[in-house]
Each structure stands twice: as structure tokens, then as C-alpha cells.
């Protein structure tokens, strides 16, 4: 179970990045008019793409935490794991209700959060 949460959290750092980086960070990048950060346009550039990308390797990081507790099941891994479907609970019903189910992130999200919840309950 932890192994299909684990591919569907690689999946949401692949949307995230590919879809996400191509149609929201790209267009808002080659705008004009975007606030000075740290001296200069180019860092205002660079700390949106920076940023944007952190949460894609948070969630490959995720992943692999997952897959590691998959392999070598402990008690320690049980507050991970719940820590894990918080986490991806929280970001979900956000995105579902603030969206109202537009931003599909939920549809990935939600069942994360109930797999690892299920394997920290089981564990």
C-alpha cells in the first residue's frame, strides 16, 4: 500500500513540475512589472522557480521516505506516516473545497493521505 502511495506522490511532483512549471510559473515569469526580490528582477524570477520546485522535491522526498517504510516497517516510521497523511489531508480538502474541485491536486492528494493514514492505523 505504501508503495502506491508512494507512485502517486512521484506522479504529483511530476504534474506539479511539468504541468504546473509549463502553465503557471513560465507565463508568470516572462511578465512584466513582477516586485524586485533581493536587488533585482532576475532574483524575483529565480526565487519563484527556486520555490516552486522545492515543493516538487518535498514531495519526491516524500516518496521516498514511503517506499523506505515500505521496506523496513518500524514503530518510529508510524508517527512519519501520519505525519505524511496530515500533511497530504490538509493540502487536499484545501484544494478541493478552495477550488471547489477544480485544482485536481485533490484527486492525488486524498487518497495519499488515506493510504498512509491506513498504514499508520495498521502499523
Excluded at 12 to 26: D, F, K
Excluded at 48 to 70: D, E, P, Q, R, S
Excluded at 81 to 98: D, E, K, R, Y
Amino acid at each position: 500500500m505504501l508503495l502506491i502511495a508512494a507512485l502517486l506522490t512521484i506522479l504529483v511532483s511530476v504534474m506539479h513540475s511539468a504541468l504546473g512549471g509549463r502553465r503557471l510559473i513560465a507565463p508568470i515569469l516572462r511578465m512584466e512589472g513582477l516586485p524586485i526580490i533581493l536587488g533585482s528582477l532576475k532574483n524575483t524570477r529565480l526565487t519563484l522557480l527556486v520555490g516552486w520546485h522545492i515543493a516538487t522535491l518535498t514531495w519526491l522526498g516524500l516518496a521516498a521516505m514511503l517506499v523506505y517504510l515500505h521496506l523496513t516497517p518500524d514503530h518510529a516510521g508510524r508517527a512519519f506516516l501520519w505525519m505524511v497523511a496530515a500533511t497530504f489531508a490538509i493540502s487536499g480538502v484545501a484544494a478541493l473545497v478552495l477550488s471547489r474541485g477544480a485544482h485536481l491536486s485533490w484527486v492525488l492528494f486524498l487518497p495519499i493521505a488515506a493510504i498512509t493514514g491506513y498504514a499508520a492505523f495498521t502499523s
